[in-house]
């Protein structure tokens, strides 16, 4: 694993935990890609035919296809394995964190002494029952545990984890999904110059901190219901010497005034709400941008687009993986809820990116700058894949 | 403050059991964190032999403070995927079969065409 850009609160593990690190990424990446590779080859030789003799027909969608698949003794062991690899990731970070502490909240705590940026804390904020009921990917702790006053454990838990799930290809700032949306934008629309960004569900700031260095004149801001990831992030934020102001908030009641913001982005937020917090959190993105301004929401692509194999790929994770909205978000149609929203539908756009750490920076260029641009591949974070978004300009 | 924050390492939700007995998954997550020790040992030894080469001799503060440069690294991660895929032999050939059912499918339909002529 190529090492991770070095910041004040990040945790120096030792010679072995380095290793078991590296190794646990390792045997993920195989385990998606190697065993994860013959699914298809599994779904098509035996299972799909075992199930058309059976029934007559193929099946129609991606429940039949999991049930199917997930009788499957291969689809089984793969399975097992995946669930396996990404318990083991937080296995392999938890130990270093015990052992940073409690010094590690001690830095976060001076790191915002004379901040460049900002935090407002707010204890009327709630974590929400989508957030809580699960450990979200398995992530023990949640995003939001907090063990003592000033506690960060679990945004160092998180930066880490990130890291180590996409063995390190999320690039050394781990912001890849962020830092190809920016300079997407940047590119395809050269007149959009935002004053104010602001940051929906941003933990730890991976995503949001490029949009620092794309847009320099730009405030940054960006919020978040659990305080241990803020807290991280603003010490992480201002260890970068980069200035950005993280706010205690719930995208469903956002307590910023009307039209004060130019870009309402977030990244791989919405598959962990449910269809009722989305439709408030876009009302809320619709009532905070200025005319002209752009929502954009980078996420899990549609399965409605796929054949019942991919969507059964892809929504593996909102079964096995504690992603309980995984499944309801990417069967949305989003720009329906958009238009719901009340944006107009000619102001729907889609962002459909190579990642900026992946591609030459030329072909990075021509897929911003082309009229289209197409998913060759659908897959997870870590592997060669297209990020995508999507977004609309507000009227105005 | 309290001297010690303790990160329970169990995530809350219910593990999912994939075979028909559970006792497989337990097996299997059992193999996996074996393998990782074994990896996790192997770099440790590797760290040795480095040290020694260089030095001819070591302490253990010099093992723990040995950190791999990229193409150490790269060279172990090399050996590492060699390694999964030794261990994981049995369920790469599974898929390896599967490709071969597919070029017979090919073969099929080729000498199908070539009856045909």
Redesign the interface.
Known sequence: ???QAPHDLLIEP???E???Q???S??RM?TLQ??G??LR??YE?RVKPSFEQERGRAPTDEHEVRHAM?ADP?C??????M???Q??I???I?PS??RA??DL?SRAASLAQKPKGSMTLDPDVEVPRYVSA??IH?????YY?E???G?V?QGA?YDRGVYVYAGGHGGPYGDSIGRSLAQHLKIRFPDFQPERVLDIGCTVGHNILPFVDVYPDAEVHAIDVSVPVLRYAHGRAESFGKPMHLHQMNGENMSFEDESFDLVMSVVTFHETSRTAMKNILAECRRVLKPGGLMIHMELPRTADMDPFDAFYIDWDS??N?EPFYQAFTSTDLKAAYVDAGFKEENYMEVMTPDIYAVPEDTFEAAASGPENKAERYGRLGESIHWTGWGAWKEG | MSDEIKITPVNRGKRPAFFDDPAIDQLMAIVMAMSAEMSVLYDRVDTIERLLDKKGTLSRDDIEAFRPDQGVEDERNGRRNDYISRLFRIIREERETLVAHDKMDEYNALMDELAKS
Request: hydrophobic share 40%.
């Open positions: 694993m190529a090492p030792t010679h072995d380095f290793a078991l590296s190794y646990v390792a045997l195989f190697e065993i590779g013959g080859g599994v030789s997930m291969y089984r062991t793969w399975s097992s394995m669930r396996s690899a318990e083991m937080w296995d392999s938890i964190i015990e502490q409690p909240n699960s450990d398995l992530m023990p702790g949640n545990s063990r003592d006053a506690d454990s838990l079964y096995y504690n």
